[in-house]
């Protein structure tokens, strides 16, 4: 069974997935290869065509500011992330469950990899100071990262399966055992 794991930037993906990765479980990190994405000389003169540069930081500054951007950075990044993704599957096919922890795993029409869909769910007001603390950025742009995404309420209409993260990391790990039991 492949598990999708998404939500909202900074809801508690990473959490999530270091768990399940600490428990003996494989999760497929889109984050990651959309990362080495940018290492791949044919992205990199795609990036260089449309916005004058391949590196990473310039380039989010540059969508999130100018939102009219964002398809053509998908265009280039998620077949890249898509290949990579069902490469990754089919290598770990005979295991019971594979997680594929995917931030934007329905906005990239990613949900026809998976079999199920976990949904984390925290508040805006924790994202918001998660965003600021992890990435050391204003309230203005964490807002723009946040509202760049789908909201909470249209991803909850694909899940199978939703785990509150707005309390303890304790608590959110109780939740996803309990959730792991049912599932196995």
Same mark, same amino acid.
Do not use: W
């Given at each position: 069974?492949?598990?999708?794991?998404?939500?909202?930037?900074?809801?508690?993906?990473?959490?999530?997935?270091?768990?399940?990765?600490?428990?003996?479980?494989?999760?497929?990190?889109?984050?990651?290869?959309?990362?080495?994405?940018?290492?791949?000389?044919?992205?990199?003169?795609?990036?260089?065509?449309?916005?004058?540069?391949?590196?990473?930081?310039?380039?989010?500054?540059?969508?999130?500011?100018?939102?009219?951007?964002?398809?053509?950075?998908?265009?280039?990044?998620?077949?890249?992330?898509?290949?990579?993704?069902?490469?990754?599957?089919?290598?770990?096919?005979?295991?019971?469950?594979?997680?594929?922890? !995917?931030?934007?795993? +329905? =906005?990239?029409?990613?949900?026809?990899?998976?079999?199920? %869909?976990? /949904?984390? #769910?925290?508040?805006? *007001?924790?994202?918001?100071?998660?965003?600021?603390?992890?990435?050391?950025?204003?309230?203005?742009?964490?807002?723009?990262?946040?509202?760049?995404?789908?909201?909470?309420?249209?991803?909850?209409?694909? !899940?199978?399966?939703? +785990? =509150?993260?707005?309390?303890?990391?304790?608590?959110?790990? %109780?939740? /996803?055992? #309990?959730?792991?039991? *049912?599932?196995?």
């Amino acid at each position: 069974m492949i598990i999708g794991i998404t939500g909202g930037i900074a809801s508690g993906k990473s959490l999530i997935s270091n768990y399940l990765e600490s428990i003996g479980y494989t999760v497929i990190d889109c984050d990651k290869i959309s990362h080495q994405a940018y290492q791949d000389k044919l992205i990199q003169e795609k990036l260089i065509s449309i916005f004058h540069t391949c590196n990473r930081q310039e380039i989010a500054n540059k969508v999130y500011n100018e939102r009219n951007l964002f398809p053509s950075l998908e265009a280039i990044i998620h077949p890249y992330v898509r290949l990579n993704v069902t490469k990754l599957i089919k290598q770990h096919e005979n295991e019971k469950i594979v997680f594929v922890d !995917a931030p934007v795993l +329905i =906005e990239a029409g990613f949900q026809d990899l998976v079999d199920k %869909i976990l /949904l984390i #769910h925290t508040e805006d *007001s924790i994202r918001i100071q998660r965003l600021i603390e992890r990435d050391g950025i204003s309230l203005e742009y964490a807002k723009k990262k946040m509202q760049s995404q789908m909201p909470y309420e249209e991803k909850r209409k694909y !899940a199978d399966y939703i +785990i =509150e993260n707005n309390n303890s990391q304790e608590e959110t790990i %109780i939740e /996803l055992n #309990h959730l792991l039991k *049912s599932i196995i």
